[in-house]
């Protein structure tokens, strides 16, 4: 099989389904630490981004923290929870 070959096939991949990591309210935590565990998590998040995730998770219940691949997504959400807050994930459709 030539270079050329590969390259064609491995573009024409269909991509890997995508994941949204949900952040659920809580009771429990401070809003401060609730940034802090986003920022902890998700290294990509900036404070502002944090910031705005637990607020909408605060005012609406749930906010959407990143949409990734499944296997990102479950390290996420595990992570999340191991800080004590409430996570879940869901197909990104």
Known sequence: MSV???EKSSTSRKLAPR???L???DDYNSMEY???ALLT????LTQPQ???IMMEAHTNG????????LEHAEFYCETLKTHGLSSSIEPDE
Not at 62 to 69: E, F, H, P, Q, Y
């Open 4 to 6: 050329e070959t590969i």
């Open 19 to 21: 994941y949204r990591v």
């Open 23 to 25: 952040l659920h309210n």
């Open 34 to 36: 609730v940034v802090q």
């Open 41 to 44: 998590t998700v290294p990509s």
């Open 50 to 52: 944090a910031v705005s």
């Open 62 to 69: 749930l906010a959407l923290v990143i949409t990734c691949a």
